[in-house]
């Protein structure tokens, strides 16, 4: 019998990659970057299965581009802002995610951030390098304390609880908001369960763990940027648009709040010419969360195994919805 045909559209780990390649006749786009969204109008026709990354736009088009057949959507991540679920669900073609395999680096990740924010880690390698650092001083480079400090996570799901997991450690106060927290969830994760207001209002440090959708599209704009302390640090490991770029670089600026640290950024990769890396106060860095030789194994094994039951017709491992 004939292997099924798939697209993968990236080079994932050898993890995923060899078992896609068992068990299907795989079509493997071998650049570095993505393909233009033309391209993959054209290399999907006829394929069974997509295995696809968070760069890739998969709409209806695309669907109907890749033909009735179409099987399964297997995305390697957890997040799947990039594909139109409803499209898919219209279609009756199931889509994979890699949820949980990921959580604890993404939270390692957010940790770092908040560290590297408070402590001014980039900036102080910076001063080296600027050939700056003549003497030890009273006065440079002061960060914010994180012990005991009040940390503020929006989105309390998988992610944001292992990230309240690392607080805890740092005797920080934890205050949550998501839609359907109550407080005994809340209370059971270490946190206490709060009005997205009274989070931004107390918090010194905020970090963003939502999906990115319609309702959380600038879900930071400038009205709640504006609720924060002067001194709060931003974080955020969830999807550039979840937060207003414009309004927090306003922010930013106007010492509104105190600064950021970002994974993830709108239009990702972020402009050289982003008015956010003049800014000192601003540590960025290009959407790594997950990136851990470990979990990257992980996630390529799952999407596999979501690709290769989709195209034999099987309930995926992993659906989303
Ligand atoms: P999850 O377990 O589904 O958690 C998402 C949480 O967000 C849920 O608690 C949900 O609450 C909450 N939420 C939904 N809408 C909200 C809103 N309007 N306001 C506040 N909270 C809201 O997902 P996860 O596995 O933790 O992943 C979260 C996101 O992180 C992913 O969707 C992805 O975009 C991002 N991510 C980024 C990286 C990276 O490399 N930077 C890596 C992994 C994931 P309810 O249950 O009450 O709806
Ligand atoms: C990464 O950003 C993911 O959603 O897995």
């Not at 292992?162 to 407080?183: E, H, N, V, W």
């Not at 940027?225 to 969830?238: E, G, Q």
């Amino acid at each position: 019998m004939s292997k099924p045909k798939v697209f993968v559209s990236r080079i994932i780990p050898d993890a995923g990659l060899d078992r896609v390649k068992e068990a299907c006749a795989a079509d493997i786009w071998q650049e570095r970057l993505p393909s233009s969204y033309d391209v993959l109008l054209e290399r999907v026709q006829g394929v069974e299965g997509i295995l696809s990354v968070l760069t890739e736009r998969i709409d209806a088009k695309l669907m109907d581009a890749a033909g009735p057949q179409l099987k399964v959507i297997s995305q390697m991540a957890v997040g799947y802002d990039n594909i139109d679920i409803a499209a898919a669900k219209e279609r009756g073609i199931p889509v994979g995610n890699t949820p949980g395999v990921l959580t604890e680096a993404t939270a390692d990740l957010a940790f770092t951030l908040l560290l590297a924010g408070a402590r001014r880690i980039v900036e102080g390698s910076n001063y080296i390098r600027e050939g700056k650092w003549e003497t030890w001083e009273p006065k440079t480079l002061l960060g914010a304390d994180v012990t005991g400090a009040t940390l503020g996570i929006i989105g309390f799901g998988r992610i944001g609880k292992a990230f309240a997991k690392r607080a805890a450690g740092f005797d920080m106060r934890i205050l949550a908001y998501s839609p359907s927290l109550t407080a005994e969830d809340a209370k059971q994760a270490g946190a206490k369960a709060v009005d997205m207001e009274t989070l931004l209002r107390e918090s010194d440090f905020v970090s963003i763990h939502t999906p990115l959708n319609a309702k959380t599209r600038h879900l930071m704009n400038k009205e709640r940027l504006a609720l924060m302390k002067p001194t709060a640090l931003l974080i955020n490991t969830a999807r550039g648009g979840v937060v207003d770029q414009k309004a927090l670089y306003e922010a930013l600026k106007n010492g509104e709040i105190g600064g950021a640290a970002l994974d993830v950024t709108d239009p990702e990769p972020l402009p050289l010419d982003s008015p956010l890396l003049g800014l000192p106060n601003v540590t960025i860095v290009p959407h790594i969360g997950s990136a851990t030789i470990q979990t990257r194994d992980r996630m390529a094994s799952m999407a596999a195994a979501n690709l290769i039951a989709g195209v034999r017709g099987e309930p995926l491992p992993n659906a989303v919805g």
